[in-house]
């Protein structure tokens, strides 16, 4: 039997972690045209950094093994260098775009959640430190805005990967 977090009468096992990730994709519904641009640009990124392995094959099997072709060196060395020039310019706007999502929805979540500390009663206030409360609003919020831009990225760009290895 595990006692109860301090400051708090909500059994953290017995949350539902489904029903509050979904909540929290909830938030996410007015950038529903820059989350599809992000996914977008995640599928386009794995498939880009996918190329290297093809031009290296290529590179083995018709050129170093047969030793002939050489004249395809130049080519394959541009490719692979137009493929990472395109793999860094992928990465920097994706960034760009899951920062700016990942921001907004956090400042929607803090509103919330300041909003909703103002409702409680003044004997709530009294029993509570209110830096500790902003801070643990902030504190929990930062964390969040940290998995929406970088964990949830990080999960489905390897997993893609995974996938797209096995298809190649």
């Known amino acids: 039997r595990n006692p109860f977090p301090e400051?708090?009468?909500?059994?953290?096992?017995?949350?539902?972690?489904g029903k509050t990730f979904l909540r929290i994709?909830?938030?996410?519904?007015?950038?529903?045209?820059?989350i599809a641009l992000l996914c977008a640009l995640m599928v386009v990124g794995t498939g880009v950094a996918l190329i290297p392995p093809?031009?290296?094959r290529a590179f083995i099997d018709h050129v170093l093994v047969p030793r002939t072709n050489l004249h395809w060196i130049p080519w394959l060395v541009l490719a692979l260098l137009a493929d990472?020039?395109?793999q860094t310019?992928?990465?920097v706007w994706q960034g760009r775009v899951a920062i700016k999502v990942g921001a907004e929805v956090t400042l929607g979540l803090r509103a919330l959640a300041f909003r909703r500390l103002q409702w409680l009663s003044l004997g709530y206030h009294a029993k509570q430190k209110t830096?500790?409360?902003l801070s643990r609003i902030s504190s929990d919020t930062?964390?969040?805005?940290?998995?929406l831009v970088d964990g949830i990225q990080f999960?489905?760009?390897n997993l893609l990967q995974i996938i797209g290895i096995a298809a190649v």
């Open 54 to 56: 093809l031009l290296t």
């Open 142 to 147: 930062g964390r969040l805005q940290h998995f």
């Open 131 to 133: 830096g500790q409360l």
């Open 89 to 91: 310019a992928l990465r």
């Open 7 to 17: 400051g708090t009468k909500v059994c953290p096992a017995c949350v539902s972690k």
């Open 25 to 34: 994709l909830s938030f996410a519904g007015p950038h529903k045209k820059r």
């Open 155 to 157: 999960t489905v760009v």
């Open 84 to 86: 990472k020039f395109g």
